[in-house]
């Protein structure tokens, strides 16, 4: 693939403004015919530049008002212990975010809970009743002061 160019830059960064903006509104904000801008970005999303279009949902308002971190310590990383912890982690609608690490921790994953108590069961019933699951460390968010995509 070849490198991204100006326009396909502008078009990335309008899209990442509002992913539901029209070709036609395109065109006129890069003063450009609206056919070339839709077959770049048919090209981006071909190419993989352009992952997937998606809705961000305010989670306060669908009653997820505390944001907490997890990290996990498994008692190994063999394959059986790792494939049964995924299997077992994506089950749990709570869960948002999974990242295998380096460091004290095996990984790393992000919640949205309803409330502190909704983050203790959490923990307790699902979490650490996970086979190969030694111990968490948990640490709550108080406010989100950056949320953003790449820049371009």
């Not at 008002?65 to 049964?84: M, P, R, T």
């Not at 968490?136 to 108080?142: D, H, K, N, R, V």
Request: aromatic residues 6%.
């Amino acid at each position: 693939m070849k490198p991204l160019d100006t326009i396909d830059k502008k078009i990335l960064a309008l899209l990442q403004k509002n992913a539901r903006m029209t070709v036609k509104e395109m065109s006129k904000q890069l003063n450009l015919s609206s056919t070339p801008i839709f077959e770049r970005i048919k090209k981006l999303e071909k190419n993989g530049v352009i992952d997937h279009y998606t809705v961000v949902l305010n989670q306060e308002k669908m009653g997820k008002k505390l944001n907490a971190f997890v990290h996990i310590s498994l008692k190994d990383h063999s394959k059986q212990i790792v494939e049964a912890f995924v299997e077992r982690i994506m089950s749990i609608p709570e869960v948002v975010e999974c990242h295998f690490t380096t460091g004290n921790y095996s990984i790393f994953i992000k919640v949205l809970c309803k409330n502190n108590e909704h983050l203790m069961h959490l923990l307790n019933d699902s979490i650490l009743s996970i086979s190969g699951v030694i111990s968490t460390e948990t640490f709550i968010s108080l406010d989100q002061q950056i949320d953003r995509q790449i820049k371009i």
